[in-house]
């Protein structure tokens, strides 16, 4: 496979940008090898510099639920951007998109815009803080909420891979308030509220943890969360930037029936463009300013353009046919990879949720980020290249989720499945 240009352009790439990218998990640095620069994305591909085209399994590492370029988000974004592309003042589109959010996800009475999913959890943890009255807070082992400093803490996703437990530069204080645990030990998270329950703001957790890779919650465990917090007058925060629209049209709260405080999202709602948003009853938001004294803001926030993109992809999501049409070819492409592994002897954990999906090169179950560590990540980095030369992209490191989206058709998934017995053969041989 020619590579030439996207190995001349990282050279150039790493002399002006730190790692010669902007988000290290980007950097290949988990699976070796350099990553391609894209020359574009088509529906459920993407295209290399260098012309060589792959199945797309990161989608922007969610955002793109209906595949890239969508004909109608395209069509959106060129009508609004005629009309400028931001004007830091109110406009319709805001209205529009939340309230398709809120008709999605029935507790959320109002939401705030912003521009990331690590603005969202950040701004929903200080919401948390402010309503309270309270400091601490309770996260998991191996969850990634973006790298606001106080949630930069034993967290997932690039950190996990960069095995940067902690990152320098985050000062004990700023986490002296962050307690952890392990995701999936409610009997942990009992025992830090016997200990402190009445001076915990917020319990925060990816209700599907998909940055670790993707490690579904146990029977019980939301629910628990959901009791222990009610009871100690905390509030649960559901991360649901990456579950949110991925998981189950209505997230992972509808999914799962379980109804958090304060919703984070991100990534779906903005289509490809830079929009986070946190949420919740109105008794809890109008905390936020003006309305009330918790502070918060954003030059960029509800921009049109984002707005549009995110209006266009939840209402092309929500057209009949296309949810279920994205499951069954995840059904297909999850029965696909544990028949080609099973075929080559390869151990491996395969789970689906929604139109998301995670493959551990481990011979147990995963439910936790200890279990998560144990899987082999040299074997997934061949995989991973194996996998890029039979032209499938997946995300460059184990410890993160897959994506599908309404674009991807039969014929994807029989390229990718093809790739992959090619892959787990070579695993098996080598
Ligand atoms: P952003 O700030 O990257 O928009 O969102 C942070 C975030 C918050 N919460 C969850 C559950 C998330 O998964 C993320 C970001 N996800 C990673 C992928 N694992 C983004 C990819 C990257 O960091 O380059």
Redesign the pocket.
Known sequence: MNLQTSERLFAEARTLLPGGVN????AFRAVGGQPIFVERGEGAYLVDVDGNRYVDYVLS?GPLILGHAHPDVVAALHNAILRGTSYGAPCPQEIELAKLIIQAMPNLEMVRFVN????A?MSALRLARAYTGRSKIVKFEGN????ADLLLVQAG??VATLGLPDSPGVPAATVADTLTARYNDLGAVEAIFERMGGEIAAVIV?PVA??MGLVPPQPNFLAGLRKLTQEAGSLLVF?E??TGFRVHPGGAQTLFDIIPDIT?L??VIGGGLPV?AYGGPRAIMEMVAPAGPMYQAGTLSGNPLAMTAGITTLRGLSAPGVWKGIERQGARLMAGLAAAAEESKIPVQISRVGTMFGMFFADRPVTDWPTAKRADTQRFARFFQAMLAGGVYLAPSQF?AGFLSSAHGEREIDQTLAAASEAFAGLASS
């Not at 988000?23 to 980007?26: D, E």
């Not at 990331?116 to 603005?119: A, K, N, P, R, V």
């Open positions: 988000s290290p998990v980007r590492w990331s999913g690590t603005e959890t990634y909420h973006g790298h996703s690039g990816e998909g940055n991360d930037v990456m984070a991100g990534k986070g993160e």
